[in-house]
């Protein structure tokens, strides 16, 4: 029998709508309490690039957890109550954040550090509960519209939240310099009092009982069994190097903006609103593409647009502040959000793919867990070396020497993250070196899924009557990218 016949209709519509709430109510929390806010308050507390990358660390090193959390849920088989449980947990660590200019001084960056990754951990059992609990509740026939709805939905709200926030915040501290710090206070309550919001809609949601276990699943076999396969140990190669090479620098892309270019907070914010958006606008895109071709192609083209963006960075500065700093940063964020739709399809659907039926929970488990792993690595790893190579500096010019004159253009300008950039985009390559040596069927070509995005794009943006500004906006970044890969 299905878990959903011991739900009425009514019951079951009035539970999906307070999902829907809950989706809006946690992004907004997530979005105010995360991201470039938290990486801003840090830097006010005196954050080193050591410390940036142990709070960009924090929330991936607590899915860690996920596995045990597997067990736990199995062994209690109360979904709904450990999901609302885990959830006060990891909000509960928001008002103290609130309080840390105020009552902790010098160790608020330690108290900082901790929460995150205590919220992280505790996050991990409550997302294990609630996936499992969706997975019962929300009917097969609408999943997939039913969730994009509520992503699409939640991202719009928060993003316009997250505009309006960044203006705050550059309001509050032009008008109250010394005081500048205390807006993220407010701003952390908000985020609290959004989650608590969500969770008295999940506190609301019917819950379906689970299915009858038919083996208990250890520890050893999560770790073994996927262990055994060849092609998917290669594509787990692949997972693990591509998270650490990417997450060595996509921390630092805000220290860059708000330390090196000295943008304001509420610039910041607008960049990644624009991101975000090219993000949700290609996910439908993306996802036919690996439906008709295969994830490993999608995973390859987007793979390399990011490594462009991660690349085009030390091009922002050449060496220092110019007339196309900004409308490069407007390039590479719209190219970003592209290419990040692509392979957030693409990498977890081509574990699902290699995952055997029969398996898939124990391959699963095991690739989340190593890649948040590695995710959590790269950020600290790339802290590391940004403070070792804050001082360096490597530099190509070429001088145009006369009488009485000289004229200097900048090749090349390499000063301190730039160089965890380049480390990054090297990496990222061989990456995807071993991505090459995993099977899977459909494969083609890259230049057929460069040439099948740019005509999904185009159909895309005819369908919006005012188009045109819209269409060169997404299509050049892309076209960029095809051009590029057809002249190798």
């Known amino acids: 029998m299905n878990a959903n016949n011991h739900i009425s209709y009514e019951e079951q519509k009035r539970g999906l ?3 829907l709430y809950d989706g809006i109510a946690s992004q907004v929390m997530v979005n105010l309490s995360g991201g470039a806010f938290v990486i801003s308050f840090g830097l006010l507390l005196g954050a080193s690039n050591v410390v940036i990358g142990l709070i960009a660390a924090g ?52 108290i900082l550090i901790v929460g995150i990754f205590i919220a992280a951990t505790t996050g991990a059992f409550s997302n294990c509960a ?14 997939g519209r039913y969730f994009s709805k509520r992503m699409t939905l939640s991202l719009a709200v928060a993003m316009l939240l997250s505009l309006a926030a960044g203006g705050l915040i550059d309001v509050w501290q032009t008008r109250f310099p010394e005081q500048g710090i205390f807006v993220y206070s407010m701003l952390f309550l908000i985020a609290f009092a959004s989650g608590i919001v969500g969770v008295f809609m999940i506190r609301a949601t019917p819950e379906p009982p689970m299915g009858e276990v038919v083996r208990g699943t250890s520890l050893w076999e999560i770790i073994k069994v996927p262990l055994q396969d060849s092609n998917f140990r290669k594509m787990l190669k692949f997972t693990v190097s591509w998270a650490l090479a990417f997450n060595l620098a996509i ?5 860059y903006m708000l330390k090196r270019l000295g943008l304001s907070l509420s610039t910041v914010i607008v960049l990644s609103v624009i991101s975000q958006f090219f993000h949700v606008a290609f996910l439908r895109i993306w996802g036919a593409l690996s439906d008709k071709f295969s994830n490993k192609s999608v995973m390859q083209v987007g793979g390399i647009m990011l490594l462009i963006c991660v690349i085009a960075w030390p091009f922002t500065t050449l060496p220092d502040i110019h007339v196309g700093t900004f ?4 390039i590479i964020h719209a190219l970003m959000g592209v290419a990040l739709a692509g392979v957030s399809i693409a990498s977890f659907n081509i574990a699902f793919k290699l995952a055997p039926p029969q398996e898939a929970t124990k391959y699963l488990a095991l690739n989340n867990t190593l890649v948040s792993v590695a995710m959590g ?3 600290i790893i790339g802290g590391i070396l940004a403070d070792l190579l804050e001082f360096m ?17 900048y090749l090349l300008n390499l000063r301190g993250l730039d160089f965890l950039f380049l480390a990054a985009f090297i990496l990222g390559l061989y990456a995807l070196r ?25 159909k895309m943006t005819r369908i919006i009557p005012s188009a045109s500004g819209l269409s060169s906006i997404i299509y050049f970044p892309v076209s960029l990218v095809r051009k590029k890969d057809d002249k190798r």
Do not use: C
């Open 377 to 379: 690595m790269g950020p």
């Open 434 to 458: 071993y991505l090459a040596l995993v099977q899977e069927k459909g494969e083609v070509p890259k230049g057929v899924v460069y040439q099948a995005l740019i005509s999904e794009t185009r």
């Open 130 to 143: 609630w996936v499992s609990w969706m997975r019962d509740f929300v009917p097969d026939d609408i999943r």
């Open 59 to 110: 929330p991936f090193l607590g899915n860690v957890f996920q596995i045990p959390a597997v067990l736990v849920v199995e062994k209690i088989r109360k979904r709904r109550l450990i999901s609302i449980v885990f959830s006060l947990l990891t909000r509960a660590w928001l008002p103290i954040y609130a309080l840390i200019p105020f009552f902790f001084g010098i160790h608020g960056l330690s």
């Open 327 to 330: 409308p490069l940063l407007i």
């Open 251 to 255: 921390p630092f892309f805000v220290v």
């Open 17 to 19: 709508r307070k999902v």
């Open 393 to 409: 500096e490597l530099a190509f010019t070429f001088r145009y020497l006369v009488p009485e004159s000289e004229w200097t253009a």
